[in-house]
């Protein structure tokens, strides 16, 4: 099944649909916040309808393997979600992450926009990821939001503008992190 994860007495599954449950309760807040701001957004996890759209619109090169990511390596992590972050029918951005051991933080592992899309929410993908996981992160008493390793300055520069900061206390990785309030 991967990463060396032992599927026992249930406690994965059980583990899994009760964060399911939270994350489209979170999904449903976020996208009830910014339709209200005028934007015309929905959020699913990645299915087969994003995972298509991400073949069919996102053109090449990709940056990410969105399908070997959902599927095949991180498929064993319990509090694990994914975001597709949609504009009507045209897929804008993709996320994926996951709810620390002890809930401390929630982490944003993967995030990338659709290279292609021109729409509203062009700008928009990191602040909707961020917005979703900290929804999520209320829900678990989670105290912070990580962005692992900005691939880039530019990108840092980007996350540094919407509330993202360095903490030492995180170790010497370039991650920044969120306070939930």
Not at 12 to 34: D, Q, W
Not at 57 to 65: E, T, Y
């Amino acid at each position: 099944m991967g990463l060396g994860v032992k599927f026992t007495g249930g406690g994965y599954h059980r583990t899994r649909l009760r964060y399911k449950k939270l994350i489209n309760n979170s999904f449903r807040e976020t996208e009830i916040i910014f339709n209200r701001l005028g934007y015309t957004v929905s959020l699913t996890e990645i299915d087969a309808n994003a995972l298509g759209a991400w073949c069919s619109q996102w053109g090449q090169p990709r940056a990410l393997d969105w399908y070997e990511l959902c599927h095949k390596q991180l498929t064993a992590i319990a509090k694990r979600f994914t975001i597709a972050i949609w504009d009507g029918k045209s897929l804008a951005g993709l996320c994926f992450g996951k709810v620390s051991r002890g809930r401390a933080s929630i982490s944003i592992a993967y995030i990338e926009s659709n290279p292609a899309y021109s729409g509203n929410l062009k700008r928009m993908i990191a602040i909707l990821a961020t917005t979703a996981a900290k929804s999520l992160g209320k829900k678990v008493g989670a105290t912070y939001v990580t962005m692992l390793d900005p691939v880039n300055a530019r990108v840092e520069k980007h996350y540094y503008r919407i509330g993202y900061r360095k903490l030492r206390a995180f170790g010497d990785r370039r991650s920044m992190h969120i306070k939930i309030l």
